[in-house]
């Protein structure tokens, strides 16, 4: 049978793809269909056929997989926050397992690695410290508000449709954030929608409102709210500030990023405090830690934690080690590592992140860290070999030219710490016939996405 566009099929989910779609065969070939969960039995449209496989929406559910659940998200299935609430937790955690071993088999051609049951979070709702919510000038509707008289068409503050740059949900309440988080955004959508002031249009980039970002310290209970605006007025955005600092004693930290580029992120090109102080606290661990409102930290705190604890169980310290910590951002694998080493050298290539890796070092009393601010790959030949490597680098991987450099300093140790099971495979393909790859633990700091994060264990052979 020859699958085509339009063509209406009744297909079978038996996995989940990297990236949060179903996966049906028909008659072999591959059909990807999202909103599906294993086991569902779909009939579903083909909207797109490539010479290797084909993408389908469901028309309707014939028969529901027993690992489907009701979301208890009203936007579930349409705001690209999350798409697997209706994956009963349990089986999530089974599929990110299998795609890190998937990963390693299919793009690192390494077969027989231990890959361990994937660490649950501990929350699995109400666990992200940091949450970004777009405005718009356009609303994009919910299935059933189509049709109805809907005066804030031309309103949104929330979270982006699935694939889109422009569409933006009105969101009220997201419940992968703290719940006074949802009261702190309503009260900011409120004032708003009354200043009277225009939001940003994503298409036309004229307006002045553009993106609200709360961060939250699950070990103090504070909040810092970041307002970013297109241009500078404090006599628009000082009143907010003064308004929910009044209303929640837990927001210690009110900040204005201004942002007048075309760019839609919620980066300012310079910061006004508002109210409070420019940073909120966390800890992770017993480190404390200081954080501003555009530096990096895991948004799983909890998750952070048990994260760390496997990268320090994996390297075996003794104290007397020399860590060496590719891409240390704001040093917090190397400064909960530190007092089970000897030295610790962290390279960076963001300004801000060493600047906050060495104020966190200083105020956790740690003095046995240092870190090079520059380009790994321009950087390695300026230290000595370590007795331990740790790599955790962003989504797209390592360099290759990093690859190699790793592997002329031959390091007896590396531990690897990825957020992408597919870059990690492929590094770890590169390195397999200088390392044995002893193991694997998937740790599971995003529930209801597809996104898991990895501690590959590694030694020289």
């Known amino acids: 049978m020859t699958v085509k566009k339009g063509q209406e099929l009744e297909l079978e989910i ?90 390693l ?86 004032y708003i929608k009354e200043s009277n002031v225009p939001v940003y249009g994503l298409r036309s980039h004229i307006g002045f409102w553009r993106f609200v970002m709360l961060r939250h310290s699950a070990a103090y209970d504070q909040w810092m709210v970041n307002i970013v605006t297109a241009e500078e007025s404090n006599k628009i955005v000082k009143p907010l500030a003064e308004l929910l600092t009044a209303k929640y004693p837990e927001i210690v930290s009110v900040v204005n990023n201004v942002n007048t580029l075309k760019a839609g992120i919620a980066v300012g090109e310079y910061e006004i405090l508002l109210a409070g102080s420019s940073s909120i606290k966390e800890k992770i661990g017993s480190f404390e830690f200081e954080i501003s409102a555009n530096s990096f930290f895991q948004t799983n705190t909890l998750g952070a934690e048990i994260l760390y604890e496997k990268v320090k169980e994996y390297a075996e310290l003794s104290g007397e080690e020399y860590i060496v910590d590719l891409y240390s951002g704001a040093g917090t694998i190397a400064i909960f590592l530190a007092d089970s080493a000897k030295e610790l050298t962290g390279i960076e290539i963001s300004k801000s992140a060493v600047q906050d890796a060495e104020a966190n070092c200083l105020n956790n009393k740690i003095s046995n860290c240092r870190f090079i601010l520059g380009d790994i790959k321009d950087c390695l030949e300026q230290i000595k070999k370590p007795d331990v490597m740790i790599i955790d680098p962003p989504r797209v991987g390592m360099h290759k030219d990093v690859v190699k450099q790793i592997l002329d ?46 501690v590959a264990r590694l030694e020289r052979k």
């Open 14 to 103: 038996t996995e989940l793809a990297f990236g949060g779609k179903g996966i049906a065969h028909k008659d072999g070939f591959a059909v990807f269909v999202d909103q599906t969960v294993p086991l569902d039995i779909v009939n579903a449209r083909i909207i797109k056929k490539k010479k290797s496989f084909a993408v389908a929406r469901v028309v309707e559910i014939v028969n529901e997989s027993p690992f489907r659940i009701s979301p208890p998200c009203i936007y579930s299935g349409q705001c690209g926050g999350c798409k697997w609430q209706c994956l009963q937790y349990d089986k999530q955690l089974d599929c990110k397992r299998q795609h890190v071993i998937d990963s």
């Open 105 to 190: 088999e299919h793009i690192g051609i390494i077969k027989g690695v231990t890959v361990h049951a994937t660490i649950p979070s501990k929350l699995i709702y109400g666990y992200r410290n940091k949450m970004e919510f777009s405005c718009s000038d356009r609303r994009w509707l919910m299935p059933d508000e189509m049709g109805k008289e809907n005066p804030d068409l031309n309103f949104a503050l929330g979270l982006h449709v699935p694939g889109t740059f422009h569409k933006v949900l009105d969101i009220k309440k997201c419940l992968l954030q703290p719940a006074s988080g949802n009261n702190i955004l309503d009260d900011v959508r409120t």
């Open 409 to 454: 300093m031959a390091p007896s140790k590396i531990i690897y710490v990825s957020c992408n099971p597919a870059t990690m495979a492929r590094d770890l393909g590169i390195i397999k016939d200088n390392y044995k790859i002893l193991e694997v633990q998937p740790v599971d700091m995003f529930p209801h996405t597809y996104h898991i994060e990895s």
